[in-house]
């Protein structure tokens, strides 16, 4: 399928226009790094890439802001408001060549360590340009950091799989880069104990920016990462806490490799991703479950947000690992991330959300994509 | 329609000292915190349990009358007033606090619970940050219906940041559940753009709140400048220093004489500009930045910093803060609030330009605003008994949220839209913007029975839902076909 080297948001919207003419479903991609995610559908009819939108419009240092273009690379973006000592505060992994952009990340509300202390994608999103499905352009929410003029629709379609339209251009809210970083690692092969180092830490008046966890074959770490210009010293507050909840820990004032290797966990090529949202009481219980699948897992502890990779497994018996794993956590969310089709096609890869909120989203979709063109199927019970 | 009936059976199903028909007692909901704006409700109805406010929201849908849901009546946008020949649902009975749980960093409340009664219930290690200036009346659920934000929303932000869960009574009387205690929802966050949508897509029953540690410290000092652009500057400098405060504010002149007659609070009156400053945070971190707020403050030309020595000179001077616009009453018989928000690098040009208006319209502005956020609060003054000083007043005001707009800002930052800035609605989106907010209500609310006539500048139906979804009947039994 030709893909246009430089779209315009004319062009997309013409594109959308033309979709809807004859009900044609459109796949919207990017970097494609995340493109296996969501219900397997069958080919759609077209396939539109925003990867040419790729310009960084605007970058209000003064104003902590910045207006991007859906194509651009977070790694680009970052590397940009860097120069600044500013960053956007998202920090998902990147896929093959650093490739996820602003766009994609936006649109599934993929998020990383700095989820604890920044909040995620829908926190970072000022406002969105977004063409629907009907080919018309339609801005919402604002360029500054406090407003409440209309409906949030930017949150709407923050995580929405590009179902109800294609996102054009993002408004970021962005942070100063912090000066400096330490980071507490403490060791353990009980559950139970980085459960309470991590409820210890979260609960702690010091907040760190991240607060993590990893599990692989029984030998575990709770990590807590403190930024600022005594982050050093916080981090010894972090210590303190951990060694109160019965582990011994250190502190790694060079700590990037760390963090990189936790939210490279969060993907796999090879095995079954399952994002697990529970509370942060629930540690332990997710550990134990993750152990005995033969799982590897990492997350956000303070969140409750767990990826667990299973080992892979072809078709029938993925998808047993996968209903194994949902019942022993029910009835929190679990989501199949990354896995091998032969299993996504077996299985709801969503789970099942709430009905009575299924059937207003089904509503929301019909207004917004009545023809159901974009991204037809992928979404929470086939939208 | 036949509000006797109604009456008979909200009576029938709540109880008839909760059912309000008479006259007088329908009066005292005439207005929210606006008073601009007067409308008697046919009748207003005070639930008390999810299940009654279901009863009502249903019985209206059958009915086919058209709602408005209340908390505390707070709200500065007209946003709570009645709808002529409508029902007035009134939430401040349900005021139970549900659960908390600190471990997992939630609490669950009813809507009528006050903003400040959240925090109250889990200190002192944990509060809940979003502190609007009436926070000792106004309740969450009115809170999450206009994303309410206070002076500490620059670092921590704003409601919608801390809603992780509700149940919504929907127009058809409906209830859902969305998102949770849980962070993450497969499926669309429709608790996003719930929050801020100012009554009209239905009414929020059980509200789960992210409540967060208590900062280890908090230092605050108020700085004096003779300019407001000084003040401004300041703040500049700090923000672009990497140092982030809890909360930055600005008086200007004539606010901080109305603040200083009401509160006693010493400040000096020969000052053009005030500019609080509250750091918090590890006391580690707060010892370096506030060296260099300090620093700052003191190369922009402050007159003075006045640095609060223990809690209570700390809760005085957040007290002349947040007492800012009752204080205006010292200064004028009446006032009118904007709310908008610009970049903050516009700041003096905004404040030029907003001088340049009041010179012109011979009315006084006083200036109060969310420094770190670009929240602009210029309170209009003025005499309700002169003839045309109202109108005078609120074409200024119109022109002031005009400028905000055009510095790339936003007609209002937490006072939401409400009657009173619709009209404006199309100096900020374009037809195919306000179309996409109508497509969002019309999914919640067909009938558009929730709050009608708010927020959207001009009144629409929603119609049917084009598209191959929903076969029509002629089609179905094959007599027509669909081209």
Same mark, same amino acid.
């Given at each position: 399928m030709p893909v246009e080297a430089r779209p315009t948001h004319a062009s997309v919207a013409g594109l959308l226009r033309a979709a809807a003419a004859d009900g044609r479903s459109v796949r919207v991609r990017a970097g494609g790094t995340k493109s296996g995610w969501g219900h397997p559908v069958a080919e759609p009819a077209l396939e539109l890439s925003t990867a040419g939108l790729d310009d960084i419009v605007e970058h209000n240092a003064g104003d902590l802001t910045a207006v991007v273009q859906a194509g651009v690379r977070l790694a680009d973006a970052q590397a940009d408001f860097g120069r600044a000592g500013q960053m956007v505060a998202l920090d998902p992994p990147l896929g093959a060549d650093d490739g996820a952009t602003i766009g994609g990340i936006v649109a599934t509300a993929d998020s990383g360590p700095l989820r604890h202390g920044y909040g995620g994608v829908r926190d970072q999103v000022l406002g969105m340009t977004v063409a629907l499905a009907d080919g018309s352009v339609t801005r919402s929410g604002g360029k500054v950091i406090k407003n409440v003029a209309g409906y949030d629709l930017p949150k709407l379609f923050a995580g929405s799989f590009g179902t109800l339209g294609v996102i054009l251009e993002v408004t970021l809210r962005l942070h100063p880069v912090p000066v400096r970083r330490a980071t507490v690692v403490a060791d353990s092969d009980d559950p139970q104990c980085m459960e309470l180092a991590s409820l210890a830490l979260s609960a702690s008046p010091v907040r760190p920016v991240s607060l993590d966890f990893a599990w692989e074959r029984g030998a575990g770490m709770v990590l807590a990462r403190y930024a600022g210009a005594a982050a050093a010293d916080q981090?010894?507050?972090? /210590?303190?806490?951990?060694?109160?909840?019965? &582990?011994?820990?250190?502190?790694?004032?060079?700590?990037?490799? /760390?963090?990189?290797? @936790?939210?490279?966990? @969060?993907?796999?090529?090879?095995?079954?991703? &399952?994002?697990?949202?529970? /509370?942060?009481?629930? /540690?332990?219980?997710?550990?134990?479950?993750a152990h005995a699948m033969g799982a590897s897992a990492v997350g956000r502890a303070g969140l409750g947000l767990s990826w667990l990779v299973l080992p892979s497994r072809e078709a029938a018996a993925g998808v047993a690992a996968v209903e194994e794993v949902r019942a022993a956590l029910a009835p929190r969310p679990v989501v199949v991330l990354d896995g091998p089709g032969s299993v996504r096609e077996k299985l709801d890869v969503w789970g099942s959300p709430d009905a009575g909120a299924l059937a207003l989203m089904r509503r929301v979709k019909q207004r917004f994509d009545p023809l159901a063109i974009c991204n037809r199927g992928i979404f929470v019970g086939g939208i | 329609v036949n509000v006797q009936h109604l009456r008979v059976e909200f009576e029938r199903l709540l109880a008839p000292s909760r059912v309000l028909s008479h006259p007088h007692a329908l009066r005292t909901y005439a207005s929210d915190g606006l008073l601009l704006y007067e409308v008697m409700p046919a009748l207003v109805v005070l639930p008390e349990s999810p299940d009654e406010v279901r009863a009502v929201v249903r019985t209206c849908y059958e009915?086919? $009358?058209?709602?408005?849901?209340?908390?505390?009546?707070?709200?500065?946008?007209?946003?709570?007033?009645?709808?002529?020949?409508?029902?007035?649902? %009134?939430?401040?009975?349900?005021?139970?606090?549900?659960?908390?749980?600190? #471990?997992?960093?939630?609490? %669950?409340?009813? #809507?009528? %619970?006050?903003?400040?009664?959240?925090?109250?219930?889990?200190?002192?290690?944990?509060?809940?940050?979003?502190? #609007?200036?009436?926070?000792?009346?106004?309740?969450?659920?009115?809170?999450?219906?206009?994303?309410?934000?206070?002076?500490?929303?620059?670092?921590?932000?704003?409601?919608?940041?801390?809603?992780?869960?509700?149940?919504?009574?929907?127009?058809?009387?409906?209830? $859902?559940?969305?998102?949770?205690?849980?962070?993450?929802?497969?499926?669309?966050?429709? =608790?996003?753009?719930?929050?801020?949508?100012?009554?009209?897509?239905?009414?929020?029953?059980?509200?789960?709140?992210?409540?967060?540690?208590?900062?280890?410290?908090?230092?605050?000092? =108020?700085?004096?400048?003779?300019?407001?652009?000084?003040?401004?500057?300041?703040?500049?400098?700090? %923000?672009?220093?990497?140092?982030?405060?809890?909360?930055m504010e600005i008086m200007d002149r004539l606010s901080i004489r109305a603040t200083e007659e009401a509160t006693g609070a010493g400040y000096p009156l020969d000052v053009g500009a005030a500019l609080i400053v509250e750091l918090d945070g590890p006391v580690v971190e707060c010892e370096v930045g506030w060296q260099e707020v300090v620093a700052i403050c003191e190369r922009n030309g402050a007159l003075g910093l006045r640095v609060a020595r223990d809690e209570a000179e700390r809760q005085l001077i957040w007290k002349a803060r947040k007492s800012a616009f009752a204080a205006m009453g010292r200064l004028s018989p009446s006032y009118y609030v904007q709310d908008g928000v610009i970049p903050r690098t516009k700041l003096p040009e905004v404040l030029g330009r907003i001088e340049d208006l009041a010179r012109r319209f011979g009315v006084r502005v006083a200036n109060v605003f969310h420094a770190g956020d670009g929240n602009l609060h210029p309170l209009v003054l003025y005499d309700p008994a002169t003839p045309g000083e109202a109108e005078r007043a609120q074409e200024l005001a119109g022109l002031i949220v005009e400028v905000c707009v055009e510095a790339g800002g936003s007609l209002t930052g937490e006072h939401g839209i409400g009657l009173d800035k619709k009209r404006y609605m199309p100096k900020m989106f374009s037809g195919p913007d306000l179309d996409a907010f109508q497509r969002l209500r019309c999914a919640f609310d067909p009938d558009q029975l929730a709050n009608p006539g708010k927020v959207m500048p001009t009144p629409r139906l929603c119609g049917e839902v084009p598209g191959p979804y929903r076969q029509h009947p002629l089609e179905r039994a094959g007599v027509a076909e669909r081209f």
């Open positions: 981090a010894g507050t972090g /210590l303190r806490a951990v060694e109160e909840a019965g &582990l011994s820990g250190r502190i790694d004032e060079d700590d990037d490799a /760390l963090w990189a290797r @936790q939210r490279a966990a @969060q993907r796999a090529a090879d095995g079954i991703v &399952l994002k697990v949202s529970a /509370l942060p009481a629930e /540690l332990s219980r997710v550990i134990r479950v | 009915a086919g $009358v058209p709602w408005v849901a209340r908390g505390s009546g707070t709200g500065l946008s007209g946003g709570a007033v009645p709808v002529e020949e409508g029902v007035l649902i %009134v939430l401040t009975r349900m005021r139970r606090i549900l659960e908390i749980d600190l #471990p997992n960093g939630f609490v %669950v409340v009813e #809507p009528g %619970v006050t903003n400040a009664q959240v925090s109250a219930a889990i200190a002192p290690t944990h509060f809940y940050p979003p502190d #609007p200036s009436s926070q000792i009346v106004c309740s969450i659920g009115g809170n999450v219906a206009e994303n309410s934000g206070g002076a500490h929303c620059f670092k921590f932000g704003f409601t919608t940041n801390y809603v992780l869960g509700l149940d919504v009574v929907l127009p058809d009387g409906s209830l $859902v559940t969305l998102g949770g205690a849980e962070v993450d929802h497969p499926g669309y966050d429709l =608790v996003g753009p719930f929050v801020g949508s100012e009554g009209t897509l239905g009414i929020a029953t059980r509200i789960v709140l992210r409540v967060i540690p208590v900062p280890e410290t908090a230092r605050t000092l =108020v700085a004096f400048f003779d300019t407001m652009e000084q003040a401004g500057q300041a703040v500049s400098d700090i %923000v672009a220093g990497g140092v982030v405060p809890g909360a």
